[in-house]
């Protein structure tokens, strides 16, 4: 049988046909994708470790490809992450922007009623994890115990300094219950990002402080700073000698949340396509390492299950709140 030029090139074009089909169902079936820079914004200074987080997961998106389009990090940590609330909170609807959260996106709306913010209005994107606290002290402290901390900030009163970030928040939290639960007198004062936290106590500007393990790190590693006790159920796998205030007779634990948020209002096609950015992150080699070498803990959440979280912790944070006089219930 002769096969004309003009058969043979049917099945040809037949197949390239179906190519073209499975190219566009492929496009359909992957949805929305974002159109231009995602903004990444961080409501904290540079150098904590909101930012440091955001900051490799920026890098994991860059390398693997999990977004056609840069997410670009801007820092906004003004009025203790007031700044990014409001911007995020300006941006409703934007489906290209996203954002980095701590503590702060509780406590800041509940100490500044009138920004007329609330966790819920966000767009639930996921949490990564949550971090943990560790009290510190200098490498020439001469402290090595939780006795000798407290023995040497009574002697200190109000002259022993606690460096911690922003106002109200986390860091004063822990610094208030440190000094109703020991009878200390500990003067709190805010820095902007906890890498500038690490150096005033490094530096003898600082007498503690309560940064989590990322931040102090390199100075631990360093043998510049230690731990003196943690504020976790468990003691870290990475800080052994440093027992939890539950073995020295204290039950209690704080940890911070490292979530991913987005703009009031956002597109559901959007809010899924960030969702599953994030998941891809969380699972990736690199995440998972960053987790354990900087003692962070927790499973991934999104969608209501981390709206039912953020409502637990904003009431709990009411409570906290209300015992150190800033805010009244």
Sequence with gaps: MKISRKMAFLPAL?????????????????????????????????GGGADKMARL?????????????????????GGSGAEALMHLKSKKGDDHIVMVTLNSFYTTPLRQPALKVQPLDFTPIARMAEDTFLLWVGKNSGINTLDDFVKAAKAKGNDWI???TGRGGEDELLTSYLNRTYDLNIRYVPYKG??????????????????????QMGFYLAGDSKPIAAFTG??????KEAPTLTEL????????????????????EAADFYREVFTKVYNSEEWQKYMKDKSLQGEFMTGTNL???????????????????????
């Design 234 to 239: 468990a003691r870290l796998p990475l800080f």
């Design 57 to 77: 997961m920026q890098t994991v998106i860059q390398k693997h490809k999990f977004s056609p389009k840069p997410f670009i990090p801007v820092n906004k940590a």
């Design 249 to 268: 007779g204290q039950p209690f634990e704080y940890y911070m949340q490292r979530s991913v948020v987005g703009a009031p209002g956002m597109s559901d």
């Design 194 to 215: 906890g890498g500038r936290v690490a150096k005033e106590l490094v530096g003898g500007h600082a007498d503690s402080t309560v940064n989590n393990p990322s931040e």
């Design 162 to 164: 606690m460096a911690g």
């Design 307 to 329: 709206q039912d979280y953020w409502t637990r912790e904003n009431n709990n944070h009411k409570v906290l709140l209300s015992k150190i006089g800033e805010i009244k219930q």
């Design 14 to 46: 037949t197949l390239s046909l179906a190519a073209l089909a499975g190219v566009s169902q492929s496009v359909v079936a992957e949805g929305w994708t974002p159109k231009k820079p995602v903004e990444f914004v961080i409501m904290a200074g540079p």
